[in-house]
């Protein structure tokens, strides 16, 4: 213990420069961390507003289809899943289109997909889109002909703003066909997105109602996630070796085609951040070995003294590495508190139209990136300590009385 009491003195001894370094150590650390959370989190923002308005991978087909649990069905799913382990969710989805006519008279074309809310949840992140609001609930098929309603359905929270749609929860439309027939649909959720055609154009409802509503008994998109939609692009072309072998006609789509400047901006983002971190965590371990280096030259004399008394040199080591963990460990708690706390007041202040913050942030002090800071920073800062603990094993008091 005397070497970490000896170190305690020391910081204690040039107070100053001790605050002066933890405050310069928790701010590198703060900054680390939220460039860590914000670049993560725009990324996320990014595909939620791309890739994640649809499929990660689509095949348009016809398929026949009752429900999930046809034996036709599971086996298509899980052919589909063996193809690539990066395959993360398979669905199907009946899409068509239906008119809803505004109340100044102009009708609107609408894009209505019956997806099933278990197997698709992750497609389109519906699920999480629809269970923001605590008073949404899941579009099910309707069996009660003494209902004044054919369907249930789940309409964009823009949709519900438009001042030509005076509807919101509960509320009943009337939609036409293709071949003109009426239907009356219930709104049952007001799911949310910052994406225009996806919260202003298209109904969410259950595969059996869309159906109905085109007299259809088939499927005809296959609906596939990626583990990582940036690299959807490699898994495509299995999908596409798939259905030659499977479909008579059919069309894959990948949402990267046609967006690949945001796939480029993804990577320029990607190596700038990593470049970034790299500066940032070099300063931080430069301050924390420069003070180091500091103290040493003060307390030249008082060492020399120690290893005359008989301090071994493993045990002056221990005092500076001490001295290192300390700053290191204050200045990560402190820096860690600060950078969540800015994270915090970040995503409060910048928000987007819908309410929702601009870049969603982490919401727990514990998390991945609180964890990925702690365990790059605590070991770079103690190897920064390497080259001033290497001057003081190897000073002799020989050179500590030349110095005199």
Do not use: C
């Amino acid at each position: 213990m005397l070497p970490f009491k000896i170190a305690l003195q020391f910081l204690k001894y040039s107070l100053t420069k001790t605050i002066v370094t933890l405050l310069a150590v928790s701010l590198g650390i703060a900054i680390f961390y939220f460039i860590l959370d914000a670049s993560s989190g725009l990324k996320s923002t990014v595909l939620s507003t791309t890739a994640e308005n649809d499929a990660h991978i689509r095949i348009q087909t016809d398929v026949a289809f009752v429900s999930f649990s046809e034996q036709s069905a599971i086996d298509l799913r899980n052919d589909i899943f063996k193809l690539d382990n990066r395959i993360v969710d398979v669905s199907f989805s009946y899409r068509t289109t239906i008119v809803l006519q505004n109340a100044n008279g102009i009708d609107n074309v609408i894009e209505m997909r019956g997806v099933d809310f278990d197997y698709g949840a992750k497609i389109v992140d519906i699920k999480k889109r629809i269970l923001h609001q605590s008073k949404n609930k899941f579009p099910e098929p309707v069996s009660d002909n003494s209902l004044n309603y054919d369907g249930e359905i789940a309409v964009g929270q823009r949709f519900t703003e438009n001042s030509n749609n005076p509807y919101g929860l509960s509320s009943i439309l009337s939609v036409k066909n293709a071949l003109g027939e009426i239907f009356r649909l219930k709104i049952v959720a007001v799911f949310i997105s910052d994406q225009d055609m996806l919260s202003s154009s298209v109904f969410f409802t259950d595969i059996e109602t869309a159906q109905k509503i085109n007299h259809a008994s088939h499927i005809n998109f296959i609906e596939i996630r990626t583990k990582d939609p940036v690299k959807s692009n490699d898994v495509a072309p299995k999908i596409s070796a798939f259905s030659e072998n499977r479909f008579t006609e059919f069309i894959v789509s990948d949402w990267q085609d046609g967006n690949q400047y945001i796939i480029n901006l993804l990577y320029i983002e990607d190596v700038s951040i990593f470049l970034i971190q790299i500066m940032t965590g070099f300063a931080v371990a430069f301050g924390v070995g420069s003070v180091l280096m500091f103290q040493v030259k003060e307390k030249i004399n008082q060492i020399g003294i120690l290893k005359a008394l008989g301090l071994k040199d493993k045990e002056t080591v221990l005092i500076f590495l001490y001295q290192a963990l300390i700053i290191t460990i204050i200045g990560l708690i402190s820096g860690l508190i600060l950078g969540f706390s800015l994270s915090q007041l970040f995503m409060k202040v910048f928000i987007r139209p819908s309410g929702v913050p601009l870049v969603s942030l982490q919401t727990d002090f514990i998390n991945l990136y609180s964890l990925l800071t702690f365990v790059i920073m605590l070991p770079t800062n103690l190897l920064a300590a390497f080259i001033p603990i290497r001057f003081v094993k190897n000073l002799k008091i020989i050179e500590v009385i030349k110095h005199e």
